[in-house]
C-alpha cells in the first residue's frame, strides 16, 4: 500500500483484524513476549483489533522501522504531545483515540468530497474546470 493511501484510510478489513487509523507520538513502557521492558517511542499508525489481540503499530522511532505492539504488554503509554500519561485502561485509551482519528478522517474526506462535487457542478459537464 503506498505511503499516501496509507495515510488517507479511514477503516480497512484486513482478515479477521479490523484496522483503523491512530495519530499520535506515544512513549510506550512495553513487555515484550520474555518478560523483558522497555521504553519505545512509536509514531503511531494504526489499530489493528482482532481475535483475542489488539495491536498499535506505527514507526519505532529507535529501532527504524515498523513495529506493533501488544496493547495487553503496554504498562504505561505517553502522549508526547499533551504530555498526557495513561497506565490503566490503555486499551480502552487507544480504542477512543482511534475512533477519534476515523471520525475526523471520514469528515475531511467528505467535506473534500462535497468541495469536489460543486466544482465539477460550476464546470456544468462535470469534468474539471482548467
Known sequence: MSADHHDAFVERQEGAWRVLPIEGRFELVYEDGNGAWSVRRLQ????????GRVLVGGADRDRDGYRGFRADRIHRLTDRDTGERVERNILDWLTRRAEGTRRARAAALRK???IAARRAARTGDGSRAA
Open 44 to 51: 503511531a499508525r494504526e489499530l489493528k483489533i482482532g481475535p
Open 112 to 114: 473534500a468530497a462535497g
